[in-house]
């Protein structure tokens, strides 16, 4: 198949013919997404494959964040609709790298960039995110950055 987009809006037709409510609206949702991601800006343009993957990563971080705050509020089916959305969206994200080998590749972009106390976070930050390719968390970066940064 082509894009990823592609792939989800063929997805989404073959739940609609199943009758899947949840991976249709889930995939209807994230499509809608990147349509708006699309048109933002002063021409519309088609989103590359990575893109497409950051807008899918905002949308499961707020199914994720929103099933913590329905969770939090004693929604239970809320939560429960949030984090099935979510699992949805898993499916077409990259595994999140395990916390040794983030270490491992953090630790070699930092080395290779020469970055060694916290003043330099942000082109820290810059060569991390490039050598971990969406596979973790900004979050998870910036916390594993800033402790090996401290230490050194």
Do not use: C, H, W
């Not at 290779?112 to 970066?141: I, S």
């Amino acid at each position: 198949m082509g894009t990823l987009k592609d792939l989800l809006t063929s997805d989404m037709r073959t739940a609609l013919k199943a009758r899947d409510e949840l991976t249709t609206s889930t995939l209807r949702m994230a499509l809608a997404a990147i349509g708006n991601a699309e048109v933002a800006g002063k021409a519309k343009r088609e989103l590359s494959d990575q893109e497409v993957l950051a807008v899918l990563t905002k949308e499961e971080k707020k199914r994720r964040e929103a099933a913590a705050a329905f969770g939090d509020a004693g929604r239970a089916e809320q939560a429960a609709r949030e984090r099935a959305e979510g699992a949805v969206l898993d499916r077409y994200l990259p595994k999140q790298l395990p916390d040794d080998e983030l270490a491992d590749l953090v630790a070699g972009a930092l080395s290779a960039g020469g970055f060694t106390d916290r003043g330099q976070m942000g082109p820290a930050m810059k060569a991390a995110q490039a050598a971990v390719a969406g596979r973790a968390e900004g979050g998870r970066v910036a916390a594993e950055v800033r402790r090996q940064l401290g230490a050194g």
